[in-house]
């Protein structure tokens, strides 16, 4: 994988059509297998190569699942997931299961982490009222991978506002080609969607397929005037490695300092969803 998408020639070379082609063909096709019965044979040797322990899980017996996507998309046990300060309106949570980095400001995280040329809001939104709402915001990525718990909950109580799906390529969202000078989070399949917080505030979500990764499926915040509690189900993904991009309006978050300093190394923190990771300001 590094060595595909690290350097520049390596760069020329991903960026040909034929390579999207590739991706996109590979991916829909793998979709459609782990959506047949028959994928079911490859849960028990998934389970052991990354060590799962299914106990946290509503189906914990791996003969539970009816397809291999059924069991990607695996629902866990409450109890296994606590949000902090459920009750505390400022109290922001992880999205996710995932690996984590949180940016004061875009322009912090295109120097340190998204080094794509075309990565700016309006690229990554398709939307220029909303990107401007946002200009230089502050940012959340949280990165899925393979054996994470593959469905995103809402960091904060909202009410989804706008949902936009944008058709796209199906790059890995693995650091190894989001740091280097690729379009990853501008050119992949993903849903961008805003959110009124109950303060009348509003925050944006983009919820990023990546390589195998063919569907991002809205569940309880699938339709405008769908509204969540802090860490209620707003989704999930099918097989493969994916994102959920939170972006907030300048100066409204503080991230925890933690998160913050591994950040600015540049380095991921994993964190589980439901856990506190910022602030937003009074």
Not at 225 to 246: A, H, L, P, R
């Amino acid at each position: 994988m590094h060595l595909l998408f690290a350097g520049y020639a390596e760069e020329k070379f991903v960026e040909l059509n034929t390579i999207h082609h590739l991706f996109q063909t590979e991916t829909l096709r793998e979709g459609a297998y782990f959506d047949d019965p028959k994928s079911v044979s490859q849960i028990p040797a998934f389970i052991q190569h990354y060590g799962l322990d299914m106990s946290q899980y509503e189906i914990s017996d791996p003969a539970g699942y009816k397809t291999f996507n059924d069991f990607f998309a695996r629902k866990i046990k409450p109890e296994a997931r606590p949000i902090s300060d459920p009750e505390d309106d400022s109290v922001i949570t992880s999205s996710a299961d995932c690996r984590l980095v949180v940016f004061p400001t875009v322009t912090a995280a295109t120097d340190l982490w998204v080094k794509g040329k075309k990565f700016t809001l309006a690229t990554l939104m398709q939307d220029e009222d909303l990107a401007k709402e946002f200009e230089d915001g502050s940012v959340a990525i949280f990165r899925l991978a393979p054996q994470d718990y593959h469905r995103y909950h809402a960091p904060a109580a909202c009410t989804m506002e706008t949902a936009k799906e944008i058709a796209g390529s199906y790059f890995t969202v693995n650091p190894c080609a989001v740091k280097e000078d690729l379009n990853v989070f501008t050119e992949n399949h993903r849903c961008v969607a805003s959110f009124r917080r109950p303060d009348g505030k509003r925050f944006a979500m983009v919820f990023v397929g990546a390589l195998l990764v063919g569907t991002i499926k809205n569940t309880n915040t699938s339709a405008p005037g769908d509204s969540v509690k802090k860490g209620d189900e707003m989704g999930y993904f099918q097989y493969g490695g994916s994102t959920v991009i939170g972006i907030f309006p300048k100066g409204d978050v503080t991230w925890d300092d933690d998160l913050l300093k591994n950040s600015q190394q540049p380095v991921e923190t994993i964190v589980q969803m439901g856990a506190h990771v910022g602030k937003f300001n009074q």
